[in-house]
T-cell receptor
Framework: DTEVTQTPKHLVMGMTNKKSLKCEQHMGHRAMYWYKQKAKKPPELMFVYSYEKLSINESVPSRFSPECPNSSLLNLHLHALQPEDSALYLC???????????FGPGTRLLVL | RKEVEQDPGPFNVPEGATVAFNCTYSNSASQSFFWYRQDCRKEPKLLMSVYSSGNEDGRFTAQLNRASQYISLLIRDSKLSDSATYLCVVTYGSSNTGKLIFGQGTTLQVKP
C-alpha cells in the first residue's frame, strides 16, 4: 500500500490567518517532502525531511514553516500568506531520501 | 536551458494509436529517472522507473539513453483512460539527493 494522506482537501484563508496542512503515511518511509504546484506547471520542491530532520529547504519564504513531529507525520504551518501562494500543496514520501517518491492527493489552497 | 525538457504537446491521438514522448536532461550526473502521470486536479502518480536496459509494463515501454541524456516513453494501443499529463522526472545524487527535477509535462488526449 503506497498511500499518503493529506488534510484538508481544500482550504480558503485570508492573508492574516494561520493554518496548517497535514500529511500522514504509515508505510514506514523515513523521507517526506512538501511540494507546491501552480496550474499547468510541474511540482516545485519546498522542503525535504529525512529521519524527521529538515535536510533541504529550497529557499522557501518564512511564512511557510514545516514541522515533522514523528516519522509518520509532516505538517506545513502557514502564516501571513499572499494571494500568489494559492496553489496545490503536495506531500510525498519515500522509503529513504533519494528513492521513489509517492504523492498524497494534495491540499488545494486559496489565499484571499 | 531547463534541466529537464519535454515537448508540452498537447498530443491528440485516436484510440488504439501508438504515441511516443521524449525528454532530455542537462545534468550528466543525474542518477534516477522516472515517468509520472498526472490527471487533471490530481496528484502525480508513478508510472514507471526508467533504466538503461529499457523496461516494459504492459502497453508502456520506457527507455534511457545516458550518452544522449534522453528518456522516452512509448504507449501502445492508447486507451481513453491514458489521457493525462506525463511528467519526465530526474534525480541527482550527493547533496541534492531526494530532489525530483520535473519536466514541464506532456499532455496526452486520446479521442474515441
Amino acid at each position: 500500500d503506497t498511500e499518503v494522506t493529506q488534510t484538508p482537501k481544500h482550504l480558503v484563508m485570508g492573508m492574516t490567518n494561520k493554518k496548517s496542512l497535514k500529511c500522514e503515511q504509515h508505510m514506514g518511509h523515513r523521507a517526506m517532502y512538501w511540494y507546491k504546484q501552480k496550474a499547468k506547471k510541474p511540482p516545485e520542491l519546498m522542503f525535504v525531511y529525512s529521519y524527521e530532520k529538515l535536510s533541504i529547504n529550497e529557499s522557501v519564504p518564512s511564512r511557510f514553516s514545516p514541522e515533522c513531529p514523528n516519522s509518520s507525520l509532516l505538517n506545513l504551518h502557514l502564516h501571513a500568506l499572499q494571494p500568489e501562494d494559492s496553489a496545490l500543496y503536495l506531500c510525498a514520501s519515500s522509503r529513504l531520501r533519494g528513492e521513489t517518491q509517492y504523492f498524497g492527493p494534495g491540499t488545494r489552497l486559496l489565499v484571499l | 536551458r531547463k534541466e529537464v525538457e519535454q515537448d508540452p504537446g498537447p498530443f491528440n491521438v485516436p484510440e488504439g494509436a501508438t504515441v511516443a514522448f521524449n525528454c532530455t536532461y542537462s545534468n550528466s550526473a543525474s542518477q534516477s529517472f522516472f515517468w509520472y502521470r498526472q490527471d487533471c486536479r490530481k496528484e502525480p502518480k508513478l508510472l514507471m522507473s526508467v533504466y538503461s536496459s529499457g523496461n516494459e509494463d504492459g502497453r508502456f515501454t520506457a527507455q534511457l539513453n545516458r550518452a544522449s541524456q534522453y528518456i522516452s516513453l512509448l504507449i501502445r494501443d492508447s486507451k481513453l483512460s491514458d489521457s493525462a499529463t506525463y511528467l519526465c522526472v530526474v534525480t541527482y545524487g550527493s547533496s541534492n539527493t531526494g530532489k525530483l527535477i520535473f519536466g514541464q509535462g506532456t499532455t496526452l488526449q486520446v479521442k474515441p
